[in-house]
Every structure is written in C-alpha cells, then in structure tokens.
C-alpha cells in the first residue's frame, strides 16, 4: 500500500490508541509529515530500532513495539519449547513512553506463552545484559534510544550472551518482523492474565545486589581508593537518566566518598531539561557540571547517558576550566592505568587480551602493545566484543582484560556483554585518584601518554541524511566509495582499502588479501602516513559516519591532519 492507505488503515482503526488518533487528525493537513510517518516501516537494523515517538509504521508507537515483539517471539518459537520458556528479561530507562513499552512487549511475548522479566522500575542497559545471563534468558529487551534527543524512544534486543543480538539472528529476526503486514493487529494478552499464567515476573533489589556485587570487582587498587576517597573530588551527572540508582551506589560500594551529584539532573526527567541533548559526547551536556566542578574544585567531571551505557568526562585543565575529552582519550586513560596496575599487583595475565572496534584509535593498540598485551580489533558494534569474549571463554586462548569503543562505550568485567558506563565510572574515578595523589590531573595524565606513545587524535564526522531520500543517499555515497576507490586523501596516498563488505584487503599494487571477519558494510583506509578514515553508515540513525585517525610528532600536526582529512571527506557529501 502506499503512504496515503497505510494512513487511512490506521485512521479507521476502531481500537487505535486515542493519543495517536488525535495525533492522526493534526496529520490530515500536513502531507509531509504524514509521509514520513507512513512511508516507509521504522528500520530495524542489527543494533535494534530507534525512531521519533508518534503515529505511524515510522515512529515509535505501542504498535511497532508490538510488531518487533512479535517478530521477537516468533523467532524464539522457532528454537523449539524448551528454549523459548527460558523468556525474556525486559528493562527501560527515563524516557516517555518507556514503561508502557516494556509492558507491551510483556504482553505481546505473553500472548506466545513466553515468560517475561520486567524490572519494576527504570534500570541500566549493562544491567539488563547482566540479567540476560543472571535468569538464563533466552533473550532480552531494552526500551531506550540511548543518547538520543527527548522526542525519541527505542528498542533494542539482546541475545541469550547478554550481547546485543549477533547478525545471524537479528537476520532471522528483521525477517519474522517484516512477515507482519499489518502491526495494529498483533495480537496481545491482558497484563492481568500474563500475571494470572505466572508469565510476568517482576525484578527488583535481588538483582540490583548481585549486579553491583559484581561491579566491586572493578576496583584493582582498594588501598588507592580507601586513601583518596576524599582527597579526589569528582562531580557525576546522569543526565536526568539511569545512571544515578546504580552509580552513585558503585561509587559508594568502591570506598569513594568525596563526589558529588549534579542536583538539577540527578533524577529521572523524559524531557531532558536542562539540555539539548542528553549526549555525553557533547560539551554542552557539561554545562551545570562544570559550574558545579568549579565550586567545589572537582578534580573531574563525570556523565553517563540516559540509559547508563556510555560515560563521558570532562578533565580540568591548569588554568581551571574544564575540558570534555573523547571517549578514545578516556579508553586511553583507564587502560593505561589498568594494564599498569594490573602488572604492579602480578595480576596481568600473559594471555591479556583487549578489544576495540575498527573505527576506535590505535592508541591503545600502542599502550596495550607496550605491556606485552594483544589488541583486537572488531567491527563496530559492542556485540562483536561479546562474541570475543565468548570465544576466548570458551577456547581459553585469551584472558579478556578491557574493551571498547571510541563512540564512549567501555567493559571491564565480562559479567556484562555490553558497553557498562556504572563500570567505567568506577574505574574513571580510580585512574583519577591515581593522578591525584601522584600531584596530577587526569590532563596531566594525557600528556604523559601522548609524551610516551606518540600524539593520536580522532574525529567522528556524523552527516545526517533523514527522510524519504535518506537512505538512498547513504547508500549511494558508500557505492560511490565502493565502486571508485580513493587512491588519496588531501594528498596523502592510500597504502591499504579494507572493505569489510567484500571483507577483502587491497594493497597499493593491487594485491588483495581475505580480512577474517564476518561482512559489514564498511570502509577502512590506511594511509602512508599511518593516518586512517573509515566510512560506514549508522546503524541505528539516518546518518552516514566518517571516522579519521592522525598520528604525529606533536599536538599541533595532528590536529592540522585532522583538518585536511575532513575537509577532503566532506566534499563528498556535497
């Protein structure tokens, strides 16, 4: 059907949510917004779906909630019985619509037969992944759209590991979902009668005590920790998310008394108020922490997103401001200091192993190398960590040590298979004692690395491309670099094409090489000069993603590759 039926079904749906009824009535006069909402169904891609919050098969609704529920329970049914009465453990975060999604997936799963989880308040993503495996699921559901403005929710699904669904079953599972034709009528259970089949349990304090239990295990220096407990002083905002409930308990478990929270955002808020965009990433979501870090003196500035997966921090700087570092910067800290640590207490491992994503900085690749600890690389998305970490759990090859992702996404313990941002913000705040009491800032911590490895420095380039046309033009663009391979950037010659795609490696002189990985719609160039760009569209958003990497002798030629590098990559946007 075209945009114009699709929207007249859901308009004559006696049954409609009344919300999205009245929402239907205001879309009578504007064709392009009805358009856009009925085009097309919301994309789910490998990493889940991720929509703005509203009417329509391209929005995030109680009905396309229900349509991936049930394409969800569907591919469960085809693992058998046995494997589908294991359920499904449901969490969300501080979003609108949140709760009532995650009881609409409840009730969806339950008109299967198939039990449900579902914590009894908002939580953390690294928790839900840690009760995937805690309760033996066979599946999990996370309600967020992470980092993403107000007017969005979202709705991720994880994997029987507790990392986000491999690309083998989110395959199957994108099938099963697009088999539904019509969303408004999936069939769903009563809430009552999911509690009366004993199909609905609720979670509460009984996890949440044996996830942090786990999270003291973060910790490698106690005596550190117990002697600048309050000498360091770190000011934490959660950013009106999940992150307060757990974190501020983390850090307290930890022996770390001298933080303080961020009052106007510590509690939960689905308008994100006092911020454009609850995005750890940006400067701007530091604001009321860096005025609060400047009247305490907080040695740093820590935020996690809505949904308490990636952590951002701001390092003071000598002359007392506050500078928001990357999240590859961050990395680079806390192994560092890790690895360090770990070898000062006879604790690393021969057989240590970190991994990061192929867009990530080499950085790290130079601090593991230098401790005799192997780097791997993966493709972008933390599920291939997970899939890692499984295998060397398995095998016994590797002792996992750390792993990351430059888009401010880090693990340390494996008993979560997802980023941990409650994690990240135990050892941040670790790595910072440990400056501190060596009479340094965390800046001051940077430079040393800099000093010993080399200056690296990265940029992510995020080039939105929405609507109808959107995702033509993506995918145009990669065609364009596909099929008419750069042999230079800013005058700088290509020494190796990766296409992750074709997963074949191209040298200069034209010799090629298989790249051991499972296909990705991703480009990887490695320059002469040891810079790199990556190119690879989003999997969650209407966006094309340009990554550069520089490596030099100093601060100032970096940043001038940088720049060059991006204004070659952004004329092919024009």
């Known amino acids: 059907m075209g945009y114009k039926d699709t929207y007249q079904q859901w308009k004559e749906n006696q049954n409609l949510d009344h919300l999205l009824k009245e929402e239907l009535e205001a879309m009578a006069s504007d064709e392009e917004t009805m358009k856009d909402a009925f085009f097309a169904p919301l994309e789910f891609g490998t990493a889940g779906m991720r929509g703005i919050l509203g ?8 009905y396309t909630v229900r349509q991936a529920t049930e394409g969800l329970a569907r591919l469960m049914e085809s693992k058998g019985e046995e494997e589908k009465k294991r359920g499904v453990a449901i969490a969300y975060d501080s979003r609108r619509f949140s709760p009532e999604f995650a009881m609409e997936a409840a009730r969806t799963l339950g008109a299967h037969g198939i039990p449900a989880y579902v914590f009894e308040s908002l939580r953390p993503t690294p928790e839900l992944s840690f009760a995937v495996r805690h309760l033996n699921c066979l599946c999990g559901i996370m309600i967020t759209a992470s980092h993403n403005p107000a007017n969005y929710n979202g ?14 079953d989110a395959d199957a599972l994108t099938t099963f979902i697009r088999e539904i034709e019509n969303s408004l009528e999936v069939e769903v259970a009563s809430e009552a009668e999911i509690k009366e089949k004993g199909l609905l349990t609720i979670l509460g304090e009984e996890v949440d005590e044996i996830y942090l239990k ?10 550190l920790v117990k002697e600048m407990s309050t000498e360091m002083k770190l000011v934490f905002t959660p950013l009106h998310g999940t992150g307060k409930m757990l974190g501020e308990r983390a850090l307290k478990n930890a022996g770390f008394d001298g933080f303080t929270l961020v009052p106007e ?23 009321y922490a860096i005025k609060l870090g400047k009247e305490i003196g907080a040695d740093i500035l820590v935020a996690t997103d809505p949904d308490a997966d990636r952590l951002g921090a701001a390092v003071r700087k000598e002359d007392g401001e506050y500078e928001v570092i990357t999240g590859n910067q961050i990395a680079s800290l806390m192994l560092e200091y890790l690895l360090l640590a770990k070898k000062d207490a006879g604790e690393l491992a021969e057989n240590a192993v970190v991994l990061k994503s192929i867009v990530s900085s080499e950085l790290p690749t130079a601090i593991a190398e230098s401790y005799g600890v192997k780097m791997v690389d993966v493709l972008t998305g933390f599920k291939f960590i997970a899939e890692k970490i499984h295998q060397y759990e398995t095998d016994h090859s590797q002792e996992f040590v750390f792993g990351f992702e430059e888009s401010y996404g880090y693990l340390v313990k494996p008993f979560v298979r997802d980023k941990d941002a409650i994690q990240a913000l135990v050892l941040i705040a670790e790595v910072a004692a440990h ?3 060596k009479g340094q800032t965390l800046d001051d911590g940077l430079q040393e690395i800099y000093e010993k490895y080399g200056y690296y420095q990265e940029k992510t380039i995020s080039v939105t491309m929405s609507g109808v046309t959107g995702a033509e033009k993506i995918e145009k663009l990669i065609a364009t670099f596909r099929e008419n391979s750069p042999t230079e950037f800013a005058g700088i010659a290509v020494k190796e094409t990766l296409d992750f795609g074709n997963r074949t ?4 002189d034209g010799s090629i090489e298989p790249i051991e990985m499972p296909s990705s719609n991703v480009l990887k160039y490695i320059l002469e000069d040891g810079s790199w760009i990556a190119v690879r569209p989003s999997g969650t958003e209407p966006k094309i993603k340009f990554y550069i990497g520089a490596k030099a002798s100093s601060e100032k030629e ?5 720049t060059c590098l991006e204004e070659e990559l952004l004329k092919y946007t024009k």
């Open 214 to 223: 786990e999270v003291a295990t973060v910790t490698v220096n106690p005596e």
């Open 558 to 562: 970096a940043t001038d590759k940088i």
């Open 505 to 508: 490696k191209t040298a200069q």
């Open 435 to 437: 400056y501190k009491k």
């Open 55 to 62: 009417a329509g098969i391209n929005r995030m609704n109680i």
């Open 265 to 287: 955002q510590a509690e939960p808020d689905s308008d994100f108020s006092t911020v454009h965009s609850p995005n750890p990433e940006e400067p701007g979501a530091f604001e």
């Open 155 to 168: 709705y991720k699904v994880y994997g029987e590991d507790g990392g986000q669904m491999p690309p083998h």
